[in-house]
């Protein structure tokens, strides 16, 4: 899979912190979230929420100061399910590793922080699912390598652990020429279709 480079870069990150000292004025730490996703657009037929999860380093710069820059790379599950049928497509499961960039305001008198902006996807792994089958019946579907969309977080500050709420919208149309050949409901209709997640987790 390609996502195994994500594995190395994580422990890359979970050592540094570990050697991180009490004079450098950022923040590095480790998230791990889970998420509900699911894929708008024409091109899919009865989409349904699907459970995932979220998980990798942050780093946020001069995190005392009144605005800041919160940065993460991390990999996320997620995708969509669908109703339609036993015989239908019923799941599509991806894999992608988001790189997001976001300014965050510290609101004042509080332990409480908002971030907003952009982020970039590569997509390692995208598989579909045939009714209640286990096992995927196609791999790398025709969504696009990349994407890119906006990213918003509400941070709830503790001491050694944080609260992190928040969501991601695809700006980008990852239709790549989708045609499930041989399955119901038809595609190949060159329609849209987009990801929405949400995130609820912890920030270490």
Known sequence: MRYHIFIPLLCFFTSVIAQQKAEFPHKVGIKTNIN??????????????KFGYTAGPYLIFNPEKPWSLYTEA????RGSKF??????????????????????YNIP?????VSLGPYASYLGLSSLFIGAKKKPEINDIGFKNYDIGVASYYHI????????????????????????????????????????????????
């Open 36 to 49: 509900i996703s699911t894929l708008l657009g024409s091109e899919l037929q009865a989409p349904r929420p």
């Open 74 to 77: 991390v990999g996320s599950f």
């Open 83 to 104: 109703k339609n049928g036993d015989t239908g497509y019923s799941r599509i499961a991806t894999f992608y590793i988001d790189v997001s960039i976001l300014p965050l």
């Open 109 to 113: 008198n509080s332990n409480k922080a």
């Open 157 to 204: 500050k503790g001491e050694t652990v944080s609260l992190q709420i928040g969501g991601k919208l695809a700006l980008i149309n990852a239709n790549n020429d989708v045609n499930f050949v041989g399955y119901y409901p038809k595609t190949g209709n060159g329609g849209i279709i987009r990801s929405l997640s949400f995130e609820i987790g912890m920030a270490f």
